[in-house]
């Protein structure tokens, strides 16, 4: 097995631990909804830390489910995922055709 198959399998590994170890170890058992986003956890704190707190602005668009806004949260992450790798695709084209050009370049004699 060389290195880098390694280092794939190893991240792979590293990445089911962290997506399957919360639920098998039960985190979250004893709340309504345990796996919350950050932003309704934040919104929570300071409905609690300070009821008479108003917000400076409102949402332009608000879903009218959370199935909705998870749906769009998830569109998002692909969107940019997409991007992302275009775009580091696109150096690695770059960089090989690069490489290939000077090697074929070099190996041409008069």
């Given at each position: 097995?060389s290195?880098?198959?390694?280092?794939?399998?190893?991240?792979?590994?590293?990445?089911?631990?962290?997506?399957?170890?919360?639920l098998?170890l039960?985190?979250?058992?004893?709340?309504?909804?345990?796996?919350?986003?950050?932003?309704?956890?934040?919104?929570?704190?300071?409905?609690?830390?300070d009821?008479?707190?108003?917000?400076?602005?409102?949402?332009?668009?608000?879903?009218?489910?959370?199935?909705?806004?998870?749906?769009?949260?998830?569109?998002?992450a692909?969107?940019?995922?997409?991007?992302?790798?275009?775009?580091f695709?696109?150096?690695?084209?770059?960089?090989?055709?690069?490489?290939?050009?000077?090697s074929?370049?070099?190996?041409?004699?008069?």
């Open positions: 097995m290195r880098g198959t390694r280092i794939n399998a190893l991240l792979l590994a590293a990445v089911l631990l962290l997506a399957v170890l919360p098998a039960g985190l979250g058992d004893d709340e309504e909804e345990p796996f919350t986003g950050s932003d309704a956890q934040a919104e929570v704190a300071i409905a609690e830390n009821p008479d707190y108003d917000a400076w602005f409102s949402p332009l668009y608000e879903p009218p489910s959370g199935e909705i806004e998870s749906a769009l949260f998830a569109a998002q692909a969107l940019g995922a997409g991007v992302l790798a275009y775009y695709g696109l150096r690695r084209g770059r960089r090989q055709g690069e490489a290939h050009a000077s074929a370049a070099g190996g041409e004699r008069p």
